[in-house]
C-alpha cells in the first residue's frame, strides 16, 4: 500500500520560507513527483515536479525563481523549498507520485499522478 505524508506546512509572515517535506512508502518503481496546491474555492494547480532521476524539475510561472523541488531516492522523500512566500502562496499543498516512470520523465497535469497524500496547509500573512 502507497502512503504520501506530507510536513512542515504552517503560517508564516509574507517573505518568509518553509520547507514542506513528503515521506513515501510502498512506492516500488521509478515515480516521478510533484507538488500541487488548492486554495480555498480554486482548482488544484501545478506547483513544481520532478523526475525520479533528480535531474529535471519543472515550475508554474507563479513559483519559478521562489521554490526548489527536490528528493532523496535513498530516504524515499522529496521536498519543496519556498522562499520568499506571498500570501497568494496560502493554500493546502499536496504530495503527488506517479506509479511508475522513466528516469527523466516529469509530469505537470494531476491527472498522471497515483497517489496523493492527505495534504499541509501553508498560510501566509501579509
Known amino acids: 500500500q502507497v502512503q504520501l505524508v506530507e510536513s512542515g506546512g504552517g503560517l508564516v509572515q509574507a517573505g518568509g520560507s518553509l520547507r514542506l517535506s513528503c515521506a513515501a512508502s510502498?512506492?516500488?518503481?521509478?515515480?516521478?513527483m510533484g507538488w500541487f496546491r488548492q486554495a480555498p474555492g480554486k482548482e488544484r494547480e501545478f506547483v513544481a515536479a520532478?523526475?525520479?532521476?533528480?535531474?529535471?524539475?519543472s515550475y508554474s510561472d507563479a513559483v519559478k525563481g521562489r521554490f526548489t523541488i527536490d528528493r532523496d531516492n535513498a530516504r524515499n522523500t522529496e521536498s519543496l523549498q519556498m522562499n520568499s512566500l506571498k500570501p497568494e502562496d496560502t493554500a493546502v499543498y499536496y504530495c503527488?507520485?506517479?506509479?511508475?516512470?522513466?528516469?527523466?520523465?516529469?509530469?505537470?497535469?494531476?491527472?498522471?499522478?497515483?497517489?496523493w497524500g492527505q495534504g499541509t496547509q501553508v498560510t501566509v500573512s501579509s
Open positions: 503527488a507520485a506517479r506509479a511508475s516512470s522513466t528516469d527523466n520523465s516529469y509530469f505537470t497535469t494531476s491527472f498522471y499522478y497515483n497517489y
Open positions: 520532478i523526475s525520479w532521476s533528480g535531474r529535471i524539475t
Open positions: 510502498g512506492l516500488t518503481s521509478r515515480n516521478a
